[in-house]
Every structure is written in structure tokens, then in C-alpha cells.
């Protein structure tokens, strides 16, 4: 069996190659990075990794480097494409490095794969699509109405992975992930979510900050939900046209209960462009995919900051 992943430095991809490695002995995978927001310390030491360091918006089809890359992937199964500049608002203040990434990277990536001949390709998208919808929960027939960059790239990743479908053959998946937390989540840099956020500022000794009131609600969804998605995502008979199914744990909480788990003082500024809510509907994974979400943010978070921040929780 051989993958090709991605991304696979960052929290997410490397999480996923953990998974990866954990549970096939007979694995080849392939690891695409240029370690812009990832880690090398992220990617396990293993023969059955192999690295190629590179930018995957530079991947044109025309370039003898994508041949290297292309000799490197041939015989995958399939591709998991992690890779991505992420969040709202440095997609704002950086639209067309977010785009080259994004939308050129994602296309040079299905080329690839089409001249290849890799079966399946599976794409990390964003409820950030949705934008500031009021359908919930949300399925993924709600209209697209994205308020940033990112979210407008990831539509179109969307809608290239269903043209490759149509006119290629190439089988394709669209997972559009749920505010995604885990093990390995940053917890600096522009890249970091909240919690993320809320970590970096509790092992400073800061207030959390909280944009608005904190009445803002996410649907909080574990890694390791969305690395099972992938794997399901694999392997189903009922996907490959392209899909776009929703991975969200399908319950929500907001920030100020997030930050009420952390503990005090909090400092609130003005509110942001950002969606009030996000819920998703997660009937369409249960029914194509057989996936179940098991994470319990609560939980996970309670635990997480017992091990890692419990000199600063005070």
C-alpha cells in the first residue's frame, strides 16, 4: 500500500501519517512539505516515510522537478491533500500567496495524480465555505457564502476535484472539516485557532482573549474523527464523484465556554468578520462513509490542560 500525504508535517497530516504507521505494517508513504507551518519534529522517523520537501504551488506540470515528484508518487493508491494556507483573516491580509497555495497547488496536485494514474484523491476543504449561514445544522446542500479568501479557495478546490471527476475519471472526496483541535494543534503563529490561542496566552500568564462576547459558537471536532473520515473516505465504495460530505462532530459549544474551561481573567475586544455560529450536519459521513464522530471536546481539552498547562490554569 502506498499514500502520498500532503501537509504531512502540520498538525493534521502528521496526525494522520501517526495513524498511518500505527496500524499498517506494509505502508510506503509519500510526505509533500515545504515546512512552512509544519514541523519536521511532527513527521515520525520511519523507513516507510519518505520526505520531499517542496511548495506544492510550484508543482507545475511543465517543470523537470515535477517529474522528480511525479516519479516519487507514481504507484500511489491514493493522495491525501492536507496542505494548505489556512485561517480567515491572514487569507485576508495575503489573498494571492493564499491563493497560489490553495487553489494553484490544489489543481497542480490533481494533475499530478491524473498523469500518474493515482485512483483516489481526498481534500481537506472548510465549513468556512458556509460563511455566515443560518441553516442549522448545516448540511452541505446549504448555499456556499464564503466571507474570506480561504473559504472562497477551498470552493473552488471543491469544484476542481468534481471537474477531475467528471472529465477525468479520477476519483474524488471533498471533507469539509468542523473546527478541528487535537494533540498536535499550534498553539502559536499566525495558523493558531483558538484553542491554540487560548494555550499560547495561558502559558504566558495572559488574559484570554475573546473577540465579541465569547456568545460565538464552533462545532469542535477531534483529529482523530477526522483522520478515521480520511481513512474511510479511502476505502468507500459509495464515494469518488467528487462528494463533498461534512465532518463535524454535530454538537457545538461556544468560545466562552472554551475559555470558561481554560479559567480567567478574560480580555474582550471587538468582534470580527467571522460566522456567528458553525453546526454541521454529519447525516451524509454516517450514510456514505459509515463514520461516527467520538470526541468529547470537554473532555479532551479538561485533560489536555491537566498535562500541559497545569502551572498556569491558577
Keep these: 500500500m502506498k499514500y502520498v500525504v500532503t501537509g504531512g508535517a502540520g498538525f493534521i497530516g502528521s496526525t494522520f501519517i501517526d495513524e498511518l504507521l500505527l496500524t499498517n505494517k506494509d505502508i510506503e508513504i509519500i510526505c509533500i512539505d515545504d515546512f512552512s507551518t509544519g514541523f519536521a519534529s511532527n513527521i515520525p522517523s520511519s523507513f516507510s516515510v519518505k520526505i520531499i520537501n517542496t511548495d506544492i504551488s510550484v508543482l507545475t506540470p511543465d517543470t523537470q522537478f515535477t517529474e522528480t515528484i511525479k516519479d516519487a ?7 491525501f491533500h492536507f496542505a494548505a494556507k489556512a485561517r480567515v483573516q491572514p487569507s485576508i491580509d495575503n489573498p494571492v500567496d493564499f491563493n497560489n497555495t490553495n487553489v494553484t497547488g490544489t489543481l497542480n ?19 468556512s465555505i458556509y460563511g455566515d449561514t443560518d441553516i442549522f445544522p448545516t448540511p452541505e446542500t446549504a448555499p456556499a457564502s464564503p466571507l474570506s479568501p480561504y473559504g472562497l479557495q477551498k470552493l473552488i478546490g471543491e469544484q476542481y476535484c468534481q471537474l477531475y471527476s467528471t472529465i477525468h475519471n479520477l476519483e474524488t472526496v471533498c471533507l469539509r472539516y468542523f473546527n478541528v483541535y487535537g494533540d498536535k494543534m499550534p498553539t502559536s503563529g499566525a495558523y493558531c485557532l483558538v484553542m491554540g490561542v487560548f494555550a499560547q496566552l495561558k502559558q504566558l500568564g495572559n488574559p484570554l482573549t475573546i473577540y465579541g462576547d465569547g456568545e460565538q459558537r464552533r462545532d469542535f471536532t477531534s483529529v482523530e474523527d477526522v483522520i478515521q473520515a480520511n481513512l474511510l473516505s479511502c476505502t468507500s465504495n459509495k464515494v469518488g464523484k467528487g462528494e463533498i460530505i461534512n465532518i463535524g462532530n454535530g454538537n457545538n459549544k461556544s468560545v466562552q465556554d472554551i475559555a470558561d474551561i481554560f479559567g480567567g481573567p478574560f480580555e474582550y475586544k471587538p468582534k470580527r468578520l467571522e460566522p456567528f455560529q458553525t453546526l454541521a450536519d454529519n447525516t451524509k459521513a454516517r450514510e456514505l462513509l459509515g463514520w461516527e464522530p467520538t470526541g468529547n471536546v470537554e473532555e479532551w481539552l479538561g485533560n489536555y490542560i491537566n498535562e500541559n498547562l497545569r502551572d498556569n490554569t491558577n
Design 73 to 79: 508518487v507514481s504507484g500511489a493508491d491514493a493522495m
Design 109 to 127: 496536485l490533481l494533475e499530478i495524480c491524473r498523469q500518474v494514474g493515482i485512483r483516489r484523491f481526498i481534500f481537506s476543504s472548510s465549513s
